[in-house]
């Protein structure tokens, strides 16, 4: 049984960090791809990150260079470092691999 869970978020001010974790159960991070979408209030789900089975990253035009996805194989767990944190990348941040989503977690970014 896979299962999915987000944990990290937060309020934090402009300029600001949060590292963000998905632990993953059930699921071999060497086979899958592990991603991590952010929907804003209101708005469309977007793809923020990605980093495949072979540790390919790909990023967000909004997120690059501010934003770094890695893993831990062994402990089944992704992350999403976040720096220099804008008020528009407040939303709900979701992990999702294979076909699976977890339950998301809010970041916030305001004074």
């Known amino acids: 049984q896979v299962h999915i869970e987000e944990s990290g978020g937060g309020l934090v001010q402009p300029g600001g960090s949060l590292r963000l974790t998905c632990e993953v159960s059930g699921l071999s991070l060497r086979r899958y791809d592990i991603s991590w979408y952010r929907q804003p209030s209101g708005e469309k789900r977007e793809l923020v990150a990605r980093?495949?089975?072979?540790?390919?990253?790909e990023y967000a035009d909004s997120v690059k260079d501010r934003f770094i996805i890695s893993k831990d194989n062994v402990r089944r767990r992704v992350y999403l470092q976040m720096n220099a944190l804008k008020v528009e990348d407040s939303g709900v941040y979701y992990c999702?691999?294979?076909?699976?989503w977890g339950q998301g977690t809010q970041v916030t970014v305001s004074y």
């Open positions: 999702y691999g294979g076909t699976w």
């Open positions: 980093i495949t089975s072979g540790e390919s990253t």
